[in-house]
DNA sequence: ATCGTCATGTAACGTGTTACATGATTGT
DNA sequence: ACAATCATGTAACACGTTACATGACGAT
C-alpha cells in the first residue's frame, strides 16, 4: 500500500540561489579574489565569523559552472597558483537583483547577518539613493517586527506573563530601538556625504 | 592509493545534545506538554519563530529512548489521543548544566536566540542568585566581543575602511550597547523583586 | 628537520526542512 | 459536503561542518 513520493526534481540550472552563494556574489563584487581569501574574509565580513572549505569551493564550482562567476589562474613563481574569481555580467545581475530586493521580515527576525552583508556590498553596487530606499524599507519591516510582537503579547495577555519572559520582551525593544536608532543616524550620514 | 578515512563512531548514547535538544527540554521544564504544542509555542518562545514535525518528532523519540524525558498517552474521548512529554530526572539535570553553563563568545555573537531561550528556561529551574551570576557571565562575554571587534577593526586599519564598513562597525556598537542596557535594567529589577 | 601558513579539494556525516501520509473532530 | 484544526509521523532532500588528503614555501 505504499505511495511514491512526488520529488520535484530540483532544477539546478534555474533554481533560487542559496543565501550562501549569494554572500559569496558579493564577495566577489568587493574585490575579485580567490577561494582562500574569501575564507580569510569571513572574520572581517558580517555573515557568519567563519567558513569552511567544504562550502565554499564547492560553490565557488557551482557558480563558476553556472557562468555567474569567471576564473583565472594566478600564476607566480615560488607560490602556489591562486584561482581568482571575478564576477561575470549574469552574476552582477543577479546580484543586484538581490541587493535591490527589500527586505522580508525573515531576514529582519532572523537572518540579521544577511541583511547586514548586504548593506556592506551595497556600496560597490547600488546608487547612494537605492542604498537609502533600502533603508526606507527597511525600517519599515523593523517597525513591522515591532507591531508584531506586541501583537502576539496581547494574544497570550490573560495567561499573564511570567518575570523572565517580560525582561525578554525589554530585550527585544532595546534590540528595536537600537536597529531603528542606526537607520536614522546612517540615513543621515549617507545623506550628508553626498 | 586510497585510504580509508577514519570516521570516528558517534556515539549516540552518549554525545553532547544538539541545541535543539536541549531546547526541547527546556519547553518541557516550562510545562509538560506534546510534540503538537511544543512546534505551536515556537512562535512565542524567542529560539526560532518556527519548527516543523520533521525535526520534533524525531526529537523526541531520541530524547525518550535516552530516557530524558517520559511519555503518557493522554486519552479523552472526543480527541485525538496526545502523547504528553515530561522531564526526568536525569534530563533535569542535564538540562541544568547547560543552563548554568556560563554563556561562550559563539553564544553571545551567532546563538543570541539560543541564550534568550536559556534566559526564559532559567525561571524555572535556577535561584535569583544563579541568574544573576549568568548575567554577570553573560555581560562579561558581551563586553569582551566589543573588544574583539575593535581589535579586528585595528588590524584592518591602514586600508582604512569604506563608509558603509564603518556604519556597520557602528551597528555592532549600538548593539552591544542595547544589550549591556538590557543585562543592567534586569539585573535592577530582579534584585528588586528577590 | 619540523612547524606554520598558503592553497585547493573531497568523503562522510549531522541536522534541519519540505512535502508527503494518516485520520479524527469541529466549524460553515 | 468541505475546509480547518488537532495530532503524529516518515522519506527525500538541502546544506553546511568535520576531518581528512595533497603539496609547496618560509621560518626556527
Known amino acids: 500500500m505504499r505511495t511514491k513520493k512526488q520529488i520535484v526534481s530540483a532544477h539546478p540550472q534555474t533554481r533560487e540561489l542559496t543565501p550562501l552563494e549569494y554572500v559569496i556574489l558579493g564577495f566577489l563584487a568587493i574585490k575579485p579574489q580567490s577561494g582562500y581569501d574569501i575564507i580569510n574574509n569571513f572574520e572581517l565580513g558580517v555573515y557568519r565569523a567563519s567558513a569552511s572549505t567544504g562550502s565554499i569551493y564547492p560553490v565557488l564550482k557551482r557558480l563558476e559552472k553556472l557562468e555567474l562567476i569567471g576564473s583565472t589562474l594566478e600564476v ?46 551595497a556600496e560597490y553596487r547600488l ?68
Open 127 to 194: 546608487s547612494r539613493a537605492e542604498v537609502l530606499e533600502w533603508l526606507d524599507a527597511y525600517e519599515q519591516v523593523v517597525t513591522a517586527s515591532l507591531a508584531l510582537r506586541s501583537a502576539i503579547i496581547k494574544a497570550t495577555r490573560g495567561e499573564g506573563l511570567s518575570l523572565h519572559a517580560q525582561l525578554i520582551n525589554r530585550a527585544m525593544e532595546f534590540e528595536i530601538d537600537a536597529r531603528l536608532a542606526w537607520i536614522k543616524d546612517s540615513q543621515a550620514r549617507l545623506r550628508s556625504t553626498l
Open 76 to 121: 607566480v613563481y615560488e607560490t602556489r597558483p591562486r584561482k581568482v574569481y571575478t564576477l561575470r555580467p549574469a552574476g552582477e545581475q543577479l546580484l543586484d537583483e538581490w541587493l535591490r530586493r527589500p527586505p522580508s521580515m525573515q531576514e529582519v527576525i532572523e537572518e540579521y547577518d544577511i541583511a547586514m552583508h548586504k548593506f556592506l556590498v
